[in-house]
């Protein structure tokens, strides 16, 4: 069920918060040995939630939209007393000593946990195999990645394992794996949701969104998240956009040049062409358009979330956070520090410290980083300049459907080709959305519609639009 059908149910008593969380506690013992979307299930405490929602609900006549609607968390938010891992060997332990403010505010809405949800370790990569803890399979294909870094949250949404599910995303990863399973994922503006209490990647980049089954869904969750927060100085009081579009009939589209290259898989290509034809009536103007600085996007990606990594990731040492080395196998604390950081981090972690670490080193930083800074700047000059004549932005997700999993593991450049249309709206900090559109044999393919800041409205009304037409 969607999270108004539900809504709806327990409104009209004709189910309890208690029961359907039992049902989704049970489908997950029983299913999710083959997925693997879960890392952590919190049996007992999600149905004390669920009772405390009963009775919420019970009382109050006019309860917060998400009371008794049970959830996943993706493993790197931090619940209070629960375990969080970010998908590492090295907080394998790790219990997380206060909630993050997203969860302060599902709390306060009455939301249901039903646990932790598997990804790659840190967030750092495109299908969950990178995880510590195994990886996530498709749900539309057990042989297929789930995508990432957010596959196990979109694959418990798929799984019908939850009614929606967050997840964060610093390139891609929500709605890169909302792509390859079929499902609605939104990268809000940057600043838009506070941060407190995710664990960090790439400051300048991270998100935490909504995975859901429908775009209502997805703009239900976003507005319970939302909000300025004083631990996070980044973050602001949402501002709607200031041109607001009443109708359809009044947007302006661009459909990306780049998008429908020959890179991009034939059905998709062919699909996004025919929203050219079928909505020429429909909108006021849809155009194809050429935005020439997004084919530097993902080096530039690459080497400004590398080089925050390294910085964000130097905290764990194995001396405050997370396991550390046996004492018999260090001398000195340069030991202790080189054995605890290469045993508990996993290949990409390493690669991507590594990069970073170099991109900001004396002779360097100036030929990598500070120049792709300068790139960043012209990446989002671009994008103001396409909006300033268009309201939203219409590209893939992904260039293709869920790949094999062990297919891309071994080839760093071809997985982190996966992220090449989502990195792009990162290094914006835009708001984009990613709904399911296509399908190749049972394999998802998701579109993506990107907007302005604070166009998160807009971009939601014609998401509904396009999946309505379909």
């Given at each position: 069920m969607t999270i108004i059908e539900l809504r709806n149910k327990l409104k009209n008593k004709q189910v309890s918060s208690f029961e359907i969380t039992q049902e989704y506690l049970q489908k997950i013992k029983k299913e999710d040995k083959k997925i693997h979307s879960f890392l952590d299930i919190y049996e007992k405490d999600a149905l004390e939630m669920a009772k405390r929602a009963d009775k919420i609900l019970k009382e109050n006549p006019h309860p917060h939209p998400l009371c008794g609607i049970p959830c996943a968390i993706k493993d790197n938010i931090l619940i209070e007393g629960h375990i969080t891992t970010a998908g590492s060997k090295i907080l394998e332990n790790y219990i997380s000593p206060y909630d993050a403010t997203v969860i302060k505010k599902l709390k306060d809405a009455g939301v249901v946990f039903l646990g932790k949800t598997n990804l790659d370790e840190f967030a750092m990569g495109s299908s969950t195999e990178n995880s510590a803890f195994g990886p996530t399979r498709n749900p539309n294909d057990l042989n297929r990645v789930a995508g990432g870094s957010s596959g196990g949250s979109a694959a418990a949404v798929k799984s019908d394992f939850c009614v929606f599910a967050l997840g964060s995303d610093?390139?891609?990863?929500?709605?890169?794996?909302?792509?390859?399973?079929?499902?609605?994922?939104?990268?809000?503006?940057?600043?838009?949701?506070?941060?407190?209490?995710?664990?960090?990647?790439?400051?300048?980049?991270?998100?935490?969104?909504?995975?859901?089954?429908?775009?209502?869904?997805?703009?239900?969750?976003?507005?319970?998240?939302?909000?300025?927060?004083?631990?996070?100085?980044?973050?602001?009081?949402?501002?709607?956009?200031?041109?607001?579009?009443?109708?359809?009939?009044?947007?302006?589209?661009?459909?990306?040049?780049?998008?429908?290259?020959?890179?991009?898989?034939?059905?998709?290509?062919?699909?996004?062409?025919?929203?050219?034809?079928?909505?020429?009536?429909?909108?006021?103007?849809?155009?194809?358009?050429?935005?020439?600085?997004?084919?530097?996007?993902?080096?530039?990606?690459?080497?400004?979330?590398?080089?925050?990594?390294?910085?964000?990731?130097?905290?764990?040492?194995?001396?405050?956070?997370?396991?550390?080395?046996?004492?018999?196998?260090?001398?000195?604390?340069?030991?202790?520090?080189?054995?605890?950081?290469?045993?508990?981090?996993?290949?990409?972690?390493?690669?991507?410290?590594?990069?970073?670490?170099?991109?900001?080193?004396?002779?360097?930083?100036?030929?990598?980083?500070?120049?792709?800074?300068?790139?960043?700047?012209?990446?989002?000059?671009?994008?103001?300049?396409?909006?300033s004549k268009f309201d939203l932005l219409i590209l893939p997700t992904s260039p293709y459907p869920a790949f094999k999993l062990g297919e891309k593991i071994d080839d760093p450049v071809q997985m982190y080709l996966s992220d090449i249309f989502t990195v792009p709206i990162n290094l914006a900090q835009l708001p984009a959305i990613s709904i399911p559109f296509a399908k190749k044999e049972n394999l998802p393919l998701g579109l993506q519609i990107v907007g302005p800041k604070y166009s998160e409205d807009k971009i939601f009304n014609f998401s509904k639009f396009i999946m309505n037409s379909k």
């Open positions: 610093t390139g891609g990863s929500i709605r890169e794996p909302a792509s390859f399973c079929g499902v609605v994922g939104l990268k809000p503006t940057y600043g838009s949701v506070s941060r407190y209490g995710l664990i960090a990647m790439a400051s300048s980049l991270d998100v935490i969104g909504p995975i859901t089954k429908t775009v209502e869904d997805a703009k239900i969750v976003f507005e319970a998240i939302r909000g300025r927060d004083p631990m996070d100085s980044t973050s602001f009081d949402f501002i709607p956009s200031e041109k607001q579009i009443k109708k359809i009939k009044d947007l302006k589209i661009a459909i990306l040049k780049e998008g429908i290259s020959d890179d991009v898989d034939p059905l998709l290509k062919e699909s996004i062409l025919r929203l050219k034809k079928d909505f020429k009536n429909d909108v006021s103007k849809i155009e194809i358009v050429s935005l020439p600085s997004i084919n530097y996007a993902l080096p530039t990606y690459y080497i400004i979330m590398a080089s925050e990594v390294s910085t964000n990731l130097a905290r764990f040492d194995g001396i405050r956070y997370g396991k550390s080395a046996d004492p018999k196998e260090y001398l000195n604390v340069d030991e202790f520090y080189i054995k605890t950081r290469s045993r508990f981090f996993g290949p990409e972690v390493k690669r991507r410290i590594m990069l970073g670490t170099y991109s900001l080193s004396a002779g360097y930083y100036d030929e990598f980083y500070s120049k792709a800074c300068r790139v960043q700047g012209k990446i989002i000059s671009d994008f103001k300049k396409l909006f």
